[in-house]
């Protein structure tokens, strides 16, 4: 039988911890060498919080105290103590920054598991974030500027973009969201953010994307330029049932799908689906300027129709393949020019 230093109790062996029993090592040894003082700042806004140096996500106080209580006694653990677990309760406010708080704790000493409850004591102070302070001044770091290449727009084009942009983000990277004549402009402080949007504007409308860099000072404690990037993204414009050339052809928007169209090409009666990028290389153009003259069918005779113009009286003899295939003597079509080609379509 073995005995305890202090108090002279018999204990078995394995229960002893250095030579105390468990009473006397709690009461005289103690597992922490000093109580920690626990100080952090918390955001009023947000509720982030600021501890050695850096800001971290919201979390609630009592979260926010374990974490804190966690890194702070460890440093503070008798020798060879090793801390296992450590619950945080009964949160109370003393003062308006001062908070009482209760903490289980669960530790190792030379191989014993000891669990002990302290109560100790953390100074919050408040103050607000930097990206609280930079929103509430409206300061941004970078600007996502939405353009179309059209004046004209079809409004479902700038409220399917916006939803589809903004169901894409965490608002919370997001400043401001502005309507400007020549589009929208989304400021933002948040990089992350700004590559989903400019990534739903590429993969989606098949925005090009220019990015241009206004330093506004320089910190010369991080030795860089501070400023705002901007992004301009360009949206081609197309709508349904509008006309387009595509390599030498003229063609009618069936159907838009994210980066895509569906076009119909009434010299071949076929369907293509067309990548919406194609714009940007000059092989896809919505028509700008339209002309149409109204035909009626006068005569078919084999493959041959004989089509006059309703106003003016002029003659043309037509192939029928196609579509024109289904004409009878007596229907009307449409001749639609654009850009020196033209092209039969029916008259809707
Ligand atoms: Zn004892
Ligand atoms: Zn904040």
């Known amino acids: 039988m073995w005995f305890c230093v202090k108090c002279g109790k018999r204990v078995p062996k394995e229960e002893l911890i250095r030579g105390y029993c468990i009473d006397c090592f709690t009461r005289n040894i103690g597992l922490l060498e000093r109580v920690p003082e626990i100080k952090l700042t918390v955001?009023?806004?947000?509720?982030s919080w600021l501890y050695q140096g850096e800001w971290?996500?919201?979390?609630?106080?009592?979260?926010?105290?374990?974490?804190?209580?966690r890194h702070e006694l460890r440093k503070y653990l008798v020798k060879d103590a090793e801390l296992q677990a450590l619950r945080v309760s009964n949160l109370e406010y003393v003062s308006f920054n001062t908070v009482k708080f209760n903490v289980v704790l669960n530790v190792l000493v030379n191989g014993r598991s000891l669990s002990l409850d302290h109560e100790l004591t953390a100074r919050i102070s408040r103050k607000q974030c930097p990206r609280c302070v930079a929103r509430s001044t409206g300061k941004y770091n970078y600007l996502v500027q939405i353009r179309f290449t059209e004046k004209d727009l079809p409004g479902e084009l700038l409220r399917g973009v916006l939803s589809a942009v903004l169901a894409h983000v965490d608002r919370d990277g997001l400043i401001n969201a502005r309507e400007v004549p020549e589009g929208v402009d989304l400021e933002l402080d948040?990089?992350?953010?700004?590559?989903?949007?400019?990534?739903?504007?590429?993969?989606?409308?098949?925005?090009?994307?220019?990015?241009?860099?206004?330093?506004?000072r320089y910190d010369a404690h991080q030795g860089r330029w501070i400023g705002v990037t901007t992004y301009v993204a360009r949206i081609p414009v197309f709508s349904e049932n509008g006309i387009?050339?595509?390599?030498?052809?003229?063609?009618?928007?069936?159907?838009?799908?994210?980066?895509?169209?569906i076009l119909w090409f009434p010299s071949t009666d076929l369907y293509e689906e067309i990548d919406i990028k194609e714009y940007w290389r000059g092989l896809l153009k919505p028509a700008s300027r339209i002309e149409r003259e109204v035909y009626t069918v006068k005569d078919i005779n084999g493959d041959m129709a004989l089509l006059e113009n309703t106003s003016t009286g002029d003659v043309k003899r037509v192939k029928l393949k196609?579509?024109?295939?289904?004409?009878?003597?007596?229907d009307t079509v449409n001749l639609v020019k654009v850009d020196g080609l033209e092209t039969f379509t029916p008259r809707s």
């Not at 919201?58 to 209580?69: A, G, K, M």
């Not at 390599?247 to 169209?261: D, T, W």
């Not at 196609?322 to 007596?330: A, D, F, I, V």
């Open 190 to 216: 948040d990089i992350s953010t700004v590559k989903k949007i400019l990534d739903v504007l590429h993969k989606k409308y098949a925005a090009r994307i220019n990015t241009s860099f206004r330093a506004t």
């Open 43 to 47: 955001c009023p806004k947000c509720g």
């Open 244 to 261: 387009v050339t595509y390599r030498g052809r003229i063609g009618l928007v069936k159907f838009m799908n994210p980066g895509k169209l």
């Open 56 to 69: 971290n996500l919201p979390l609630p106080e009592s979260e926010i105290l374990e974490s804190v209580t």
């Open 322 to 330: 196609g579509w024109l295939k289904n004409l009878k003597p007596g």
